[in-house]
Each structure stands twice: as structure tokens, then as C-alpha cells.
């Protein structure tokens, strides 16, 4: 009994000594304490390796691109540096020149060099990605890649098929060092790419060859964390990581905190109340309601900033269901949601109502279209236009109650995903406010979000919430409503539009479509177009495109949003403020780029 | 001793057949649960400014740590490495086995529900006889009503009140986690202390949850004892209160034992949601994860586990029942 008894004293004087013991919050020393939203659920299973899609790498900490993008409304290709010191890239973009900093080091003392880039290139082929595809007619892709000396190195745009996402798509290349990773690619890869990417004979064979590396790319796991960032990964627990700085990181004299907590959670409600408590330094975007953002401001030195967000969020129509396949009809409920209340209601602090739907966010509405925003119908709260629309449509109203053209019940249902509380309240605004308009409309949720995207794309659901204005690239903005889901796909560079109801087509738009003041438009066909032609035929298809959008409405975009972040100006300062092009960018290149500072430092 | 042996072999035999029979319908399970958690991972990664075709190809490389083949052929697989106790590799962390996952999840999970377990099972097992004893005091009253109170709160709720009164009120405790990632993990004060701190929120919830089940079971069952007529004849008979009261206490905590291994079994299960509120990383938490992820073979490992802790639990519950019942050892062995 009495051993039982001095043993649980023991344990207790242990729990005291820890929660005596200084920096439990994070708050002794120069540490930044952070989340990552990249990677919701750290696993301290997972590898330090930042292909793995839970590796512990964070990106800008210890895991470092070429160069970091920056947040422009229209310009995909602008960047801070990263691995790279400096780039140059000519007018056509056919070629990309990197040159890396001499005096870069890795965290081991090893020279940063020509070499770790190209083999971190070779990695990425195992894994894909524009720039990086093995399909010899897919668009965009690197055809040369050669080292012009130590710390030169020049990557060259197959001419056959160019894009203009090519040159982010090799700025976002994560580099690794070639000798902690050696032994992933064999000795041949090189000759084995030369001829996966040619039409040769083996070609196919030398394709599956690399692409069956990818599983081993994945599970790599290095011994230690040998970073190029300005952080390296010392300890991971279940719930959370430290890293510590990189005393060789090419400019740690000005990253200002000596280590970093990247903090481990699972839902928002966590996030919530770490802000609440003050523990983070910085949170990147997480959805709060007014309620919680109300305590979150109150706590001493959390100050709000707000950016632009290139996400926008749409009621999206499946046309292949009566009586959404008519235009008067979608435009009707366009002019009967207030989207203002919807938004409210929705999103009151990482949200702002949508000036129209041109399937652009509206602040890259403006720099892309300039005065061509005010041609857009914006589809103010209209309820007798709406009404007008409707009957046009064919539509009936029976005792108050609108009803099909052939009398029988309209029962309108929106789908969306349990788990995203602000398109719930979205959605439960939508229908009451259409309910009060007439409309028997209902919300209907799905578990989780795996099963709603898959249902969706079986053409399950009337409607659903959608994200939209995806940019800031012009090509990925529109893929969004024409793309795949609506019956675009692109294969190996070559276009084709399926059936509504088939191969993921569950938008089931017209292929065709007769746009007033410009004719037909082919709006996929148009989009993909964004990905090769120059700056000044850009615009002229986003103008085609959001008139199109606009007029024949596959969406109703409902809100904007707006990247609501929290700092806290208690230990560090100098967060980039409203409106920064690195907001973002992950806190990580923030601190490397000497952004941030310790509190008290001149 | 034959007799006992002869038992556990029989508990054995069902207790394979079961995991058998319990395997083969997760396994049908899990690979029919609908949703498609590339498309969600794509998805997320457009949502993060990439590229159409290169989120494509991002997800298309982790098809190859999806399972292949037919319905049947993926059974054969699984059934053929489970003989191997080889679980399958995680989709959600590809690379990593299953059983690794499985084991880390485990430490966090055993040690906190263990100790929940336990503590909720002594208090509200003694203070269960107290309630049935004093059920006509004060002191009884509001043994009882404590008890009904906790019951009937959701676990869920109270580790919600907890953490916001712990750690954001009074922030006293840790929100979450598992240890102070600066110290030194090892057997050293300062760490142990440190998982002791983070682990007590978790332990609370666990342990106050528990208690008002424990309490009620054990005030009922040492009602109904006392009201039996060896009680009676006990007391007639002048016997010391002491042992009477060991001869309720022994009578009515039979039933509960049964209970209490049965918790003991449904332990690696883990506790979902106090795990998910504290973000403690143990088997509700990775199961709840892995359902999410539609990772199938974690999905498969952590049922697996469950059952067979199930299946091992009732085992040692009706050994011990023979053990400290007299009556059921006595009946056997007649029979």
C-alpha cells in the first residue's frame, strides 16, 4: 500500500514538474507556434517525405520549392524565391532558367545544388504533374532539362504542345537532396525517361516503368530530416511537431523564431480554441462563426488580416434534370436568392456576397474584365423578374405553390455535405428563402464529403454546393464549369465532350452554346485554350467565357471568399498585412523570407 | 482442472469461428461502403491552386496502394496475409503497414480507457454500496442522482465541458495531444509528467463517464442482495455487519464483472469522440480517421482488433465468473 502510495506521488510531482515547467504553451523562447491546413491530422508514423500525402515535410518549414507563388489576381507566375535565387524565363515561356544561390547549403552542410534539382525533377516524374508528364502529347510538359553549371539549370517546354501553366508547374517542384535519396531512382532513369517521353518503341514499357516508382517515391523514408527550408524537423508526437531552425538555411540570420510548433488537429472547433486560448502564432484560413470569431478578437494580440481567396462558392445545376435543364428557370432562382442574407448567414467573416455569377471571384472579375463587369447581368434579389422568368419557363403557380409545366409537383432538393457547416447554413438559407418565394425546397445532407463528390458525379443530385473560380490561372478558373463535370475531357491533349449522365458529366450543359453579342461558344473548348494562347488572347476568352457563364448560368455563384487568417502580434510582428500577395503562402516562407519578427527586435 | 481446460479449449474454437465469420462480413462491409476518397483528395488539392491534370496525376499515383482485383481475389489476399498477421498497407499514410498504425494508436488508447475504466469501476462500485446502503439518506440521494446525471450525459458533452473549461477557461490542461513535443521523449520526470498532464482530460472524461453506469448497476444489485433471505438469515443468525457486508458486496458485484471485462474488451475500440475533442491519437480516432479516408485495410485491421479483444474478453469474463462464483465452478463440475 504504502509503495502504491509513494508511487502515485511520484507520478503527481511528475505531472506538477511538467506543468510547472515553462514552455507546455509554447510561449518560452523564440517559438512560432502554428497549424498546418495543408495537412490537417499529423501522423508521427508518416515519413519525413513531402511526396507522401501525410509525410511529415511542411511546406516552407523543411520541405522548399523552387520558388513560392504569390497570390496575384490574374498572373499565375510570379514568385518569391525559394531554392531558387532567381530565374529567368523568356517572353513565350518555352524555357525556364533557374539559378540557385552558390552559398546555398542543405541542413547536413551539404551544397544545394544544379544536381538535387535535377533528381528531384526525376522524382517528380514518378508522381506526374504538368510540367513533369510522361504522355509525349500531353500540354506544358519539360522536354530537356539540362545543368548549365553548379548552380545553373535550365528546363525547356516541349514545343509541341506549350502552356502557360508550365513555368509554375516547375517553380512548385519540392527539392530534395540527391544524396539522402539516391537509391529511390535507378542508375538507368535517365535513359528510361528519354525514351518514355519519345513515340519509339519501349516507349510505353520505359512510361510504366517510371510511373510503378511512384509507390516507392511515396513510401520513401529518409533516416533524418536533411532540409533545404528554414526549419528541420527535430521530434513529431501525435500531437504535434517541433522543428528547430537550420543554421545553414541561406538566410537564417533573419528567420526570426528558433524553433516552430506546427500543432496537430482534427477539426475546426481545435483551431477555434487554440486561437481563442492565444497559442498560435499565425492560422491560416479556417471556417469561424461570428460567435467564436467575436472571442477569438478578443483575445490580446490576435489581429484578423484579409486577403484575396480565388474560391468562390456556386449552387451548381445538374441540367440533365427537369426543369433545371431550362435557362429561365436557373435564372429565375438566380434573381430570387438574396445572396447578401445567404452569405450572412453562410460565411459572415471568410465571405462577401458575389457581385454576379461570371464564374470569376470578384475582385479577379475586375482586373480581368475591367469594365466588362458592368455588361454582366448581376442578378440583384428580383422576385416579380424571377416570377417573369419563371413563367417563361413554363412554369405554374398553384394556390401560392410554384408547380412543372405539366402541373405536377416542383420539389427542389440541394445536396451538401454534413461535415461543411458554413454550405449547410448556405443551403438552409437558400431553400427558406425560395420556400418563401413559392418553391418547396428542401437540403438534404450526405456523411462526408468522399461520398458526396461521388455521388454527385454519378448524377445523383439536382443540385449541390461547388467551388468555383478556382484561380488564379484563367484555365482552372473556368475548368470549374467546363471542364470534366461537364462533359470536357481532356486526354493526352486532345478534347472531347461525353454525354450528360456519362464518364463524370453531371453538370450535363450544352456543348454548344448560342451566347447574345458573341454567337455560338464552345466553352470548354475555349477554356483549355486559356492554357496556351498569349496574355491578350487570355482576356479576351475570359470576356467570352464569363458573358457565357453569366447568361447561361451552370452556377449560381453565392458567395466570395475572403482569406480570413488570425495572427498574433504578441510574440512575433511583421505578418504580411490586407491584401499581401503572400498571404496565401504558408507562415513558413513568411519567416524565411524575414517577413516575420521576433517582438522587441529592432 | 480437465473440466477448465476442456472450457477453454471449446471458447477458443467458437472464439476463432466468431473472429472468422466477423471478419468475413467487415471485410464485405468495408469494401461496399460507399464514397470515392480520391475524388475528395483531388478535390482538396484544385481547392490548393493546383492544376487540374496535375491534381490528377497527384491522385493517380495513389491508386497503387489501392486493393486490386475482384471482390473474392481481395478477400483471398487479405485472408491469405492475415495467416501471416499482415494487415495490409495504410492508403490514408501510404507506405505504412497497417499493423504499425495499429500498434502506435493502441498505446495512446490502452493506458488512458484502461485507468478510465478502472477508477470509474472502483468509485462507482463503492460508492454504489454506500447509495444502496444509505438509499433512504441524503448522502444516498445524491449518490443517485450523480449517478443518473453522468449516465445520462453523452460522452461527447462532457468532454466538450471539460476541455472548454480546462483548457480554455481555465487553461489548466492541455486541448491536445499527447506530450510536450520539446521534451525528450524516454523514462524522465518531466516527460512522464507531461503525459500524465495530457492524458488527464482524456482519463477524466473517460472516468466520470463511466461512473454513474458503475454506480446505478452496483446500487441495484446490492438492493436486490439485500433483500435476499441469506441476508436475512445472516442477520438473524447475529453475524457481524463486516461480514455481511462482504457477503452483499461479494453477491452483487458478480454481475458487474461481467460488464467490467466486457469494457475491458470494447477498450480497443477506443473512445471516439473524447478522442477526437482531445485529439488524442489512439484507436477511435484512427478508426474514425481511417472511415473518412476510406482507408479499407486500416478500416479492416482496427475491426479486426476490436473483435478479436471482444471475443478475448468474453473468454477471460466466463473464466472468471467460474473462478469467483462458487455456484456456476460447483455446477460444472456436477455436470
Given amino acids: ?139 506544358g510538359t519539360a522536354s530537356d532539362i539540362k545543368i548549365v553549371d553548379d548552380w545553373t539549370i535550365k528546363i525547356t517546354q516541349a514545343a509541341k504542345n506549350p502552356s502557360s501553366s508550365f513555368v509554375r508547374s516547375v517553380m512548385e517542384t519540392v527539392i530534395v537532396p540527391e544524396h539522402v535519396w539516391r537509391g529511390v531512382l535507378p542508375a538507368d532513369f535517365w535513359q528510361k525517361l528519354k525514351l518514355a517521353q519519345s513515340d519509339a518503341p519501349g516507349a510505353e514499357v520505359a512510361r510504366a516503368g517510371i510511373t510503378s516508382l511512384a509507390d516507392k517515391v511515396i513510401s520513401f523514408a529518409p533516416p533524418r530530416d536533411v532540409s533545404a527550408g528554414p526549419f528541420v524537423l527535430k521530434r513529431v508526437n501525435p500531437g504535434e511537431a517541433l522543428l528547430v531552425k537550420n543554421e545553414n538555411f541561406h538566410n537564417a540570420a533573419n528567420v526570426a523564431a528558433d524553433q516552430v510548433r506546427i500543432l496537430n488537429y482534427t477539426g475546426n472547433e481545435q483551431v477555434w480554441n487554440y486561437l481563442v486560448s492565444g497559442r498560435l502564432d499565425s492560422a491560416p484560413f479556417t ?39 431550362n435557362v429561365h428557370v436557373r435564372r429565375a432562382l438566380a ?36 469594365e466588362g463587369l458592368a455588361a454582366q447581368d448581376p442578378y440583384r434579389h428580383d422576385p416579380a423578374r424571377a416570377e417573369s422568368e419563371l413563367r417563361a419557363a413554363g412554369m405554374k403557380k398553384v394556390d401560392g405553390r410554384w408547380t412543372m409545366p405539366d402541373g405536377s409537383p416542383w420539389k427542389m432538393t440541394i445536396n451538401v455535405p454534413a461535415s461543411f457547416s458554413d454550405w449547410l447554413a448556405g443551403a438552409k438559407a437558400v431553400t427558406s428563402q425560395l420556400n418563401d418565394a413559392g418553391i418547396d425546397a428542401e437540403v438534404v445532407t450526405t456523411a462526408d464529403y468522399p461520398l458526396y463528390l461521388e455521388e454527385m458525379a454519378a448524377g445523383k443530385y439536382d443540385l449541390g454546393f461547388w467551388l468555383v473560380a478556382l484561380g488564379p490561372a484563367p484555365y482552372n478558373i473556368f475548368q470549374r464549369l467546363y471542364g470534366a463535370q461537364n462533359g470536357w475531357q481532356l486526354f493526352g491533349g486532345r478534347l472531347k465532350h461525353v454525354a450528360p449522365g456519362t464518364e463524370g458529366n ?30 491578350a488572347e487570355q482576356r479576351r476568352i475570359v470576356s467570352i467565357l464569363a458573358r457565357t457563364a453569366n447568361q447561361d448560368l451552370p452556377v449560381i455563384q453565392l458567395w466570395d471568399y475572403v482569406n480570413t487568417q488570425v495572427v498574433n502580434t504578441t510574440r512575433f510582428t511583421g505578418f504580411p498585412g490586407d491584401d499581401s500577395d503572400a498571404l496565401r503562402l504558408t507562415s513558413g516562407v513568411w519567416l524565411q523570407l524575414g517577413m516575420i519578427e521576433r517582438k522587441g527586435r529592432i | 482442472m480437465r473440466v477448465i481446460a476442456r472450457r477453454l479449449a471449446g471458447h477458443l474454437v467458437r472464439g476463432l469461428a466468431m473472429i472468422l465469420v466477423v471478419t468475413t462480413i467487415s471485410f464485405v462491409i468495408i469494401r461496399n461502403v460507399p464514397g470515392d476518397p480520391m475524388r475528395a483528395r ?74 478510465g475504466t478502472l477508477l470509474s469501476f472502483a468509485v462507482g462500485v463503492i460508492l454504489g454500496v454506500y447509495a444502496a446502503i444509505k438509499r433512504s439518506s441524503k448522502l444516498g440521494d445524491v449518490l443517485a442522482v450523480s449517478g443518473s446525471l453522468l ?109 467490467l471485462a466486457l469494457s475491458l474488451g470494447l477498450l480497443f475500440g477506443g473512445a471516439i469522440f473524447i478522442e477526437r475533442i482531445f485529439t488524442y491519437p489512439g484507436l477511435g480516432l484512427l478508426l474514425l480517421n481511417s472511415i473518412t479516408d476510406r482507408d479499407y485495410a486500416l478500416m479492416g485491421g482496427a475491426f479486426l482488433l476490436i473483435t478479436v479483444a471482444i471475443v478475448i474478453a468474453n473468454i477471460i469474463a466466463d473464466m472468471l465468473y467460474t473462478a469467483i462464483d462458487p455456484r456456476v465452478r460447483s455446477g460444472q463440475e456436477a455436470s
Avoid at chain 1, 523 to 535: D, I, Q
Fill in chain 2, 42 to 115: 483531388y478535390e482538396k488539392l484544385v481547392e490548393q491552386g493546383m492544376s487540374p491534370e496535375q491534381a490528377e496525376r497527384a491522385v493517380a499515383v495513389l491508386y497503387g496502394f489501392m486493393p486490386k482485383g475482384t471482390m473474392w481475389e481481395q478477400y483471398v489476399d487479405y485472408m491469405r496475409g492475415l495467416l501471416h498477421l499482415d494487415l495490409g498497407q495504410s492508403l490514408s499514410v501510404p507506405g505504412a503497414e497497417v499493423t504499425t498504425l495499429l500498434a502506435s494508436a493502441a498505446t495512446w488508447t490502452i493506458l488512458p480507457v484502461l485507468v
Fill in chain 1, 1 to 139: 500500500m504504502k509503495r502504491l502510495a509513494a508511487a502515485a506521488v511520484s507520478l503527481c510531482l511528475a505531472a506538477a514538474t511538467a506543468a510547472c515547467g515553462g514552455n507546455a504553451d509554447g510561449s518560452a523562447g523564440d517559438v512560432f507556434t502554428t497549424i498546418d491546413a495543408l495537412k490537417p491530422g499529423i501522423d508521427a508514423n508518416a515519413p519525413v517525405n513531402p511526396y507522401n500525402p501525410k509525410g511529415n515535410a511542411f511546406r516552407g518549414f523543411n520541405a522548399e520549392w523552387l520558388g513560392w507563388t504569390k497570390n496575384h489576381l490574374t498572373d499565375p507566375n510570379q514568385f518569391y524565391p525559394g531554392v531558387a535565387q532567381s530565374w529567368q524565363i523568356p517572353s513565350d515561356q518555352s524555357s525556364i532558367t533557374l539559378k540557385l544561390r552558390p552559398d546555398g547549403k542543405w541542413s547536413d552542410g551539404e551544397p544545394i545544388t544544379a544536381e538535387d534539382v535535377r533528381f528531384s525533377i526525376g522524382l517528380a516524374y514518378t508522381q506526374g504533374g504538368t510540367a513533369y508528364a510522361l504522355d509525349p502529347s500531353a500540354a
Fill in chain 2, 151 to 259: 449516465h445520462g450525459l453523452p460522452q461527447y458533452v462532457l468532454a466538450l465541458l471539460l476541455s472548454a473549461v480546462f483548457t480554455t477557461l481555465l487553461p489548466i490542461f492541455p486541448a491536445s495531444g499527447t506530450a510536450d513535443v520539446t521534451l525528450e521523449p524516454g523514462l524522465n520526470a518531466p516527460y512522464i509528467g507531461s503525459l500524465i498532464q495530457y492524458a488527464t482530460l482524456p482519463i477524466l472524461t473517460y472516468a466520470l463517464a463511466g461512473y454513474g453506469g458503475w454506480i446505478l448497476a452496483m446500487k441495484s444489485s446490492v438492493v436486490t442482495v439485500l433483500g435476499d433471505d441469506f441476508i436475512l438469515a445472516a442477520e438473524l443468525r447475529g453475524m457481524k455487519r463486516g461480514v455481511i457486508f462482504r457477503y452483499v458486496a461479494r453477491n452483487a458485484i458478480l454481475p458487474l464483472f461481467t460488464i
Fill in chain 1, 287 to 325: 471556417a469561424v462563426p461570428a460567435g467564436v470569431m467575436r472571442r477569438i478578437t478578443e483575445t490580446p494580440g490576435n489581429t484578423i488580416v484579409r486577403g484575396y481567396s480565388p474560391v468562390s462558392m456556386g449552387l451548381a445545376f445538374n441540367q440533365s434534370k427537369k426543369p433545371y435543364d
Fill in chain 1, 335 to 370: 434573381y430570387l436568392i438574396d445572396r447578401a442574407q445567404v452569405t450572412k448567414v453562410a460565411s459572415p467573416e471568410g465571405g462577401t456576397a458575389s457581385v454576379t455569377t461570371s464564374g470569376l471571384h470578384q475582385e479577379a472579375a475586375k482586373a480581368w474584365l475591367g
Fill in chain 1, 506 to 535: 453531371w453538370m450535363g450543359g450544352a456543348e454548344i452554346i448560342d451566347v447574345k453579342g458573341v454567337g455560338k461558344v464552345n466553352p470548354g473548348e475555349l477554356a483549355v485554350k486559356l492554357n496556351s494562347v498569349p496574355e
